[in-house]
């Protein structure tokens, strides 16, 4: 869960890198101002909008403080102040007020989540598209890995060195992935990769097939040679190895439109790329694993992205045994609404987690 909410003017020097009352609640009402406008904020705009009584001058000594501890920087000589990473990171660990969903915002969730008649692929974007709308961000879901039993499985040469995977589960969907066969491989050999595996899926999961594939195969039981061989183990390793399910992405437009600076286009672009990359989808998982709710990574603390300008809010959900099984969040621009944000992504998470239960 995420930390409680503080009021205004608590006493919270004491525990915030020696800050005291004063400062602390300067810089909390600094980042909110900056996360609503995104502007530089000034030491009139405090003085008017802080009930201490204190004048600009005053505000200003305090903001410089700040500013030396690392907490604000400025971006012209004449502007306001900024927060920097370190200073967003101690405004959301003790500063930032959470706002509490209604029960009506909490219906609407539901119900944008439970919509008969969807798979819980559609769902699971649905509930994406909805965060992405409600953040001015990029929605993301890191999909559970089917565990059902598989109807089909088909190989299908896409070039030299490369092929692509279709799995058609039991209740219809289908999922596609592209792997690396060996050099050189006849079309023959992704038709009888195809066909062995199938004769093997009946009424069984991948994990089930492929106990059984690689049984056979260690005690050389097929009539499959080498080549095809690797074309098994590829395809199978690729569905099965590492639990990690599929990631959904909606509302990438949003987070460009929200960003600061356009000169990121090229820097978001590329994170899309690596989101793409199966193994993002094991990485996310490990980090909404870290600890029992919501998890927010400013910068680049989660380590999937390098950029000073983007944070990542996120948040695992649980089956029906209460083991998590995939995440959902949202990645958006630095100033994105924490307050706002961070309780509708516990909400959803814990709705999915229902709705899979």
């Known amino acids: 869960m995420y930390p409680p909410k503080m009021p205004l003017g608590a006493a919270v020097g004491s525990t915030l890198a020696g800050l005291d009352n004063r400062a602390a609640t300067i810089l909390r009402e600094l980042v909110e101002i900056y996360v609503t406008t995104g502007e530089p904020v000034g030491s009139r705009t405090l003085s008017r909008r802080l009930p201490l009584g204190l004048s600009p001058a005053s505000i200003r000594n305090v903001m410089a403080d700040l500013e030396e501890a690392g907490l604000l920087y400025a971006p012209h000589t004449s502007a306001g102040r900024l927060p920097t990473e370190r200073g967003l990171r101690l405004f959301v660990d003790g500063l930032l007020e959470f706002g ?12 944008r989540c439970a919509a008969s008649g969807r ?5 699971l974007g649905e509930a994406g598209q909805m965060l992405s709308g409600l953040a001015g961000a990029a929605g993301l879901v890191v999909a559970p890995k089917s565990e059902g039993t598989v109807r089909h499985i088909e190989f299908v040469g896409l070039g030299p060195g490369r092929a692509l995977v279709v799995l058609v589960t039991a209740d219809g969907r289908v999922e596609n992935r592209v792997i690396d066969v060996p050099p050189g491989l006849p079309p023959s050999a992704l038709t009888q990769a195809s066909n062995y595996l199938n004769a093997r899926l009946a009424g069984r999961s991948l994990d089930e097939a492929r106990l059984q594939v690689s049984d056979e195969i260690s005690a050389n039981r097929t009539a499959l040679d080498a080549l095809t061989n690797q074309v098994v183990e590829s395809g199978l390793a690729t569905w099965t190895g590492g639990g990690g399910g ?3 992405i909606r509302g990438q437009a949003k987070l460009l439109q929200n960003l600061d600076q356009a000169a990121r286009l090229g820097e978001i672009q590329a994170l899309f790329e690596r989101l793409e990359a199966q193994e993002t989808v094991l990485r996310l998982l490990d980090l909404a694993q870290r600890g029992q709710g919501v998890q927010i990574f400013i910068g680049a603390e989660s380590g999937l992205f390098d950029s000073a300008g983007l944070s990542m809010v996120v948040a695992p959900f649980r089956n029906g045994q209460e083991r998590i099984v995939g995440a959902i969040g949202v990645i958006g621009p630095t100033r994105i609404n924490y307050g706002r944000v961070i309780p509708v992504v516990d909400y959803t998470a814990r709705v999915i987690g229902r709705l899979l239960g």
């Open 100 to 111: 509490d969903l209604s029960e009506e915002e909490r219906g609407e969730i539901a119900a």
């Open 119 to 123: 798979s819980m692929q559609e769902t």
């Open 246 to 248: 599929s990631l959904i």
